[in-house]
Every structure is written in structure tokens, then in C-alpha cells.
């Protein structure tokens, strides 16, 4: 089992940063692919990012393309999403997620173990 904590979130107007952390306990010393997803009111789960394990490759939803960054620290057990330039449509509960393909996956199925979420807000 892999328990996740993200943190970092919060309100921000239009144009910040936010650095979404996930801290993960419990089974790390498996290898999972990680990612990060984000749920909007009355809306699907929707893919955000994702990296694999060694960190040599990510994938990104087309929305964030060019204005985030996914990455991780095995050694400290954390994972960490950089979300530059946000909008108003950003705003949702964001997710970490881990799974255990080695590959990277932009698919809720192919997740194992979730956060609780984090709620970003960005104001316009």
C-alpha cells in the first residue's frame, strides 16, 4: 500500500504559480509511475500530467502544455507539479496518483493509490 498527501494548494489570481507537492509513505520502495490529476466542479477526473519512475519521462494534458512541470524525488518520496501562468479554468481538486506500470499513463484506471486532493482557485 501507498498512502499520498498533497499539499500546496490554494487561491491565486490569473497569470500566478502554484508548486503542488505529494508526499508518498507506505510501499515506496516499488517502483510507481506517478501523476496528477484535477476534478472541476460537476466534472470528470481529467488527466493533468505524469512521469515515471526514473524521471526520463513525462507526458502532459494539451491544456497545461508549456505552463507546467511534473517531477519527483524518489529519495525523499515526493512528487511535485509546477503550474506557471494559471487561468481561471485551472481552477479544480487536484490529485496525486501512483501506479504500478512502469510506463507512464494519462488514464484514471491505470492509477493504484490517490490523495485526497487539493483544492487550486484561481480568480480572474
Known amino acids: 500500500q501507498v498512502q499520498l498527501v498533497e499539499s500546496g494548494g490554494g487561491l491565486v489570481q490569473a497569470g500566478g504559480s502554484l508548486r503542488l507537492s505529494c508526499a508518498a509513505s507506505?510501499?515506496?520502495?516499488?517502483?510507481?509511475?506517478m501523476g496528477w490529476f484535477r476534478q472541476g466542479p460537476g466534472k470528470e477526473r481529467d488527466f493533468v500530467a505524469t512521469v515515471n519512475w526514473s524521471g526520463s519521462s513525462t507526458d502532459y494534458a494539451n491544456s497545461v502544455k508549456g505552463r507546467s512541470t511534473i517531477s519527483r524525488d524518489n529519495a525523499k518520496h515526493m512528487a511535485y507539479l509546477q503550474m506557471n501562468s494559471l487561468k481561471p479554468e485551472d481552477t479544480a481538486v487536484y490529485y496525486c496518483a501512483a501506479s504500478r506500470i512502469t510506463r507512464t499513463s494519462t488514464r484514471v484506471e491505470e492509477y493504484d493509490y490517490w490523495g485526497q486532493g487539493t483544492q487550486v482557485t484561481v480568480s480572474s
Open positions: 507506505g510501499r515506496t520502495d516499488s517502483p510507481y509511475t
